[in-house]
């Protein structure tokens, strides 16, 4: 018995809710004069929603045919890991990150699996993100970060917090016996010294 191979679209988070709870955060938050980055972009539908609303929109993925996907919305992206190679400043970050918490047994070997996979606690890709994320932002800039109540929003707000970062709730929307909120992060600068 052959085994299909899977085809490039099934290698893509497809957006759903979590994407479209996201992007509507970044439309009512966007600036005409901001330079936007989007890590992790899957399909590239909420960096492409804001061509045109934004000085400059840029993208990035690990996956090849997410990065693939994003570049026929017309969106410039780069191939990497998070924020590897990137630099800013970028006035406004948006990050979907893979947030379901996943024990070893349950991991797929695909590229999907990087759209999925948060770790055991679903905040791994988080807590890397949260490390390297000061390196690109503005100094006024802010992060539009999605997470679920499966992930732990008061942990995460910790790590931020921990970072010098302040913490608010931009949205919020109940699926499926899960809560999705996009936090809305950016710089304590009563702390901040770069």
């Excluded at 992007?23 to 890590?39: C, H, N, Q």
């Excluded at 997410?66 to 191939?79: D, K």
Aim: include cysteine.
């Amino acid at each position: 018995m052959q085994i299909p191979t899977p085809s490039p679209d099934d290698q893509v988070y497809a957006p759903a809710e979590d994407t479209f709870l996201l992007r509507d955060a970044a439309l009512a938050g966007v600036k005409p004069d901001d330079r936007v980055l989007e890590v992790g972009c899957g399909s590239g539908a909420v960096s492409a929603a804001l061509l045109g609303r934004a000085a400059s929109v840029v993208a990035t993925d690990i996956n090849p045919h997410a990065v693939r996907a994003a570049r026929t919305l017309g969106v410039e992206t780069v191939r990497t890991d998070l924020m590897a190679g990137v630099r800013g400043p970028f006035d406004l970050v948006l990050f979907n990150p893979p947030y379901l918490p996943t024990a070893p047994e349950e991991r797929i070997d695909d590229w999907l699996e990087y759209a999925l996979d948060g770790g055991p606690t679903g905040r791994e890709t988080i807590e890397r993100f949260a490390a390297d994320v000061g390196r690109v932002i503005a100094p006024f800039g802010r992060i539009l970060l999605l997470v679920s109540s499966l992930t732990g929003p008061e942990e995460v707000q910790k790590i931020f917090s921990g970072l010098g970062y302040i913490v608010l709730l931009a949205a919020k929307e109940r699926v499926e016996g899960e809560d999705l909120l996009v936090l809305r992060i950016s710089r304590d600068l009563c702390c901040f010294s770069g």
